[in-house]
């Protein structure tokens, strides 16, 4: 849905001169290695004929890095007059951050919020030029994959400026409406080119005023699309834009021609790609030398063991592409010159990186020394080499450390065993336990809790001995009970003595081996749970 927004006070028209020099800036970035591809993003640059049909000076790029692209601009500003028209067409894969902007260069590779400036070019600037030729200024962003959002925000579009018109949406269309509907159709205004189902446009869209007066002649048929989509294939000539072509139109009029021209295309450049590369008589180590390059510009070739397979050549293509050279997966001499050069570059980035990072390390590791002062703490020290485990200082730290907790061990040992003779001397659970509070791990702890363990059961053993002959007593108050039940422990095989009533010490032992042969409390006294045990039966 177009957003309408007719700027009150701006009575400039899209109308110009035959003889201005108006100005067309065609940017289309569709090779990407750490972010997909956007292929379609070549549409950008496809409308070139066409602008220059109509009279634009058309500056156009592909694949282009941030600089490229803002020398590009900078080229174009200074192209321009106070009364041309200006046309600005950018497509590929575009980032958002704090209400910024951009459109990300070829190549980008791990893209955030604190690089994204050096990774692309800023649309702030561009909306400036572009509000600079207000009434005569267009801004076409071809957004075919969806923006990086590197904060939590919602994407927004860029505010049009006074005067410029800005119209997003896939590429191909917008290339298909400026081509046909805007430069190919004479007197067709802004609004009526871009009133169209899948673009969205806001800013100066003045109704019923024409961007040209005059277009160019194109087919009223229902091949009018075939035939600009042909025109800019042929303008590219390469292989991707032959198959596309094929793709979209499978029964097309100008499908044996693609299809011939991708087999030339396809094997003269691998076969005469692969032959140079033989020409190089690259041995294995040459060869791991290669993946070694590719490796160290990220260009992962899946292992260095001087065998080229997928992932070598995978990573060929991949560099080839950063590059802007023919993406064949097979090295010419030139190529294999600069992916050298290009690598012992950035390992004396890497390098130079590393030293930095080294200085920064020994001045850290020492200014941390120092503030340690003459008498450092074992605290301190641990602290010390938490940070810097390998420091200038990390032996001496270690040895006083040693030192200081040798010393501590000794007095640790001395006051262990001091503490133990206090406990045993006094020989209670409470002193025990005092004990086990000061010196949780000490060298007693273990004799301690036996100790501990041994008084509970003492005094779980007196308190059923007291239950045991308390209920005895009420048991064996008729001396007959008494003499029956010596006489079941001598049938139980337990000699209780002589058989008279009286209870012995060895009538006690007695009891005592009865009870632990019916796993009984043992006590040495008959008490319920005994004597339910010898006299039942």
């Keep these: 849905m177009v957003k309408r927004g007719l700027l009150a006070g701006v009575v400039a028209c899209w109308v110009g001169l035959a003889a201005q020099a108006d100005v067309a800036v065609l940017i289309g970035n569709t090779a990407y290695d750490g972010l997909?591809?956007?292929?379609?993003?070549?549409?950008?640059?496809?409308?070139?004929?066409?602008?220059?049909?109509?009279?634009?000076?058309?500056?156009?790029?592909?694949?282009?890095?941030?600089?490229?692209?803002?020398?590009?601009?900078?080229?174009?500003?200074?192209?321009?007059?106070?009364?041309?028209?200006?046309?600005?067409?950018?497509?590929?894969?575009?980032?958002?951050?704090?209400g910024e902007s951009y459109l990300l260069g070829e190549a980008s590779r791990r893209v955030?919020?604190?690089?994204?400036?050096?990774?692309?070019?800023?649309?702030?600037?561009?909306?400036?030029?572009?509000?600079?030729?207000?009434?005569?200024?267009?801004?076409?962003?071809?957004?075919?994959?969806?923006?990086?959002?590197?904060?939590?925000?919602?994407?927004?579009?860029p505010t049009a400026p006074n005067?410029?018109?800005?119209?997003?949406?896939?590429?191909?269309?917008?290339?298909?409406?400026?081509?046909?509907?805007?430069?190919?159709?004479?007197?067709?205004?802004?609004?009526?080119a871009f009133d169209q189902n899948g673009v969205a446009a806001q800013g100066y869209l003045p109704e019923g005023i024409a961007f040209l007066e005059n277009g160019r002649d194109l087919p009223e048929d229902s091949r009018s699309e075939e035939l600009i989509y042909w025109d800019?294939?042929?303008?590219?000539?390469?292989?991707?834009?032959?198959?596309?072509?094929?793709?979209?139109?499978?029964?097309?009029?100008?499908?044996?021609?693609?299809?011939?021209?991708?087999?030339?295309?396809?094997g003269n450049a691998e076969n005469a790609a692969e032959a140079a590369e033989q020409a190089l008589a690259l041995n294995r180590n040459a060869r791991r030398e290669i993946q070694r390059n590719l490796a160290l510009l990220e260009f992962?070739?899946?292992?260095?063991?001087?065998?080229?397979?997928?992932?070598?050549?995978?990573?060929?293509?991949?560099?080839?592409?950063?590059?802007?050279?023919?993406?064949?997966?097979?090295?010419?001499?030139?190529?294999l010159s600069a992916l050298s050069a290009q690598a012992s570059l950035r390992a004396a980035e890497l390098e130079a990186e590393a030293e930095a990072r080294r200085?920064?390390?020994?001045?850290?590791?020492?200014?941390?020394?120092?503030?340690?002062?003459?008498?450092?703490?074992?605290?301190?020290?641990?602290?010390y080499l938490r940070n810097f485990p390998d420091g200038q200082f990390s032996e001496i730290a270690r040895s006083e450390l040693d030192q200081i907790e040798a010393e501590a061990?000794?007095?640790?040992?001395?006051?262990?065993?001091?503490?133990?003779?206090?406990?045993?001397?006094?020989?209670?659970?409470?002193?025990?336990?005092?004990?086990l509070e000061e010196h949780p791990d000490g060298v007693f702890a273990d004799a301690a809790r036996e100790r501990i363990?041994?008084?509970?059961?003492?005094?779980?053993?007196?308190?059923?001995?007291?239950?045991?002959?308390?209920?005895?007593?009420?048991?064996?108050?008729l001396q007959i009970t008494r003499v029956l039940i010596e006489q079941r422990l001598r049938q139980k095989g337990q000699n209780p003595g002589t058989v008279d009533g009286q209870f012995t010490q060895e009538t006690r032992r007695a009891i005592r081996r009865f009870q632990r042969t019916r796993n009984l409390p043992v006590t040495g006294f008959v008490g319920q749970d005994t004597a339910v045990a010898l006299l039942s039966g």
Excluded: H
């Design 163 to 192: 005067g410029v018109a800005i119209v997003s949406g896939p590429t191909e269309t917008l290339a298909r409406l400026l081509a046909r509907d805007l430069l190919g159709s004479p007197g067709a205004s802004v609004r009526e």
């Design 453 to 477: 363990r041994a008084a509970r059961e003492d005094r779980a053993s007196e308190a059923r001995i007291a239950q045991d002959r308390s209920q005895e007593a009420q048991i064996t108050q």
């Design 232 to 266: 800019v294939v042929q303008d590219l000539d390469t292989a991707e834009a032959y198959q596309a072509y094929v793709d979209r139109f499978p029964s097309g009029i100008y499908v044996a021609e693609a299809n011939a021209a991708l087999n030339r295309l396809r």
């Design 36 to 98: 997909p591809n956007v292929r379609d993003a070549r549409f950008a640059t496809s409308v070139k004929n066409p602008l220059e049909e109509a009279g634009f000076d058309v500056l156009s790029l592909r694949n282009g890095s941030p600089a490229e692209m803002a020398n590009l601009m900078m080229d174009a500003a200074g192209r321009l007059g106070g009364e041309d028209r200006l046309i600005i067409f950018l497509a590929g894969q575009f980032a958002a951050d704090s």
């Design 359 to 383: 200085a920064e390390e020994l001045r850290r590791d020492r200014a941390f020394w120092v503030s340690l002062g003459t008498n450092p703490s074992p605290d301190q020290l641990r602290d």
């Design 112 to 157: 955030t919020r604190f690089n994204v400036g050096q990774r692309g070019l800023a649309l702030a600037p561009v909306l400036k030029m572009l509000s600079e030729q207000q009434g005569r200024a267009l801004l076409l962003l071809g957004q075919d994959v969806p923006v990086q959002v590197l904060q939590d925000a919602e994407v927004e579009a």
């Design 409 to 435: 061990r000794a007095e640790a040992e001395a006051q262990d065993r001091a503490a133990w003779d206090r406990a045993v001397s006094r020989n209670t659970v409470a002193a025990y336990r005092r004990y």
């Design 300 to 335: 992962d070739p899946r292992g260095i063991d001087g065998i080229f397979g997928r992932g070598t050549r995978a990573a060929i293509r991949a560099w080839q592409g950063s590059r802007g050279f023919e993406q064949s997966g097979f090295l010419s001499a030139n190529q």
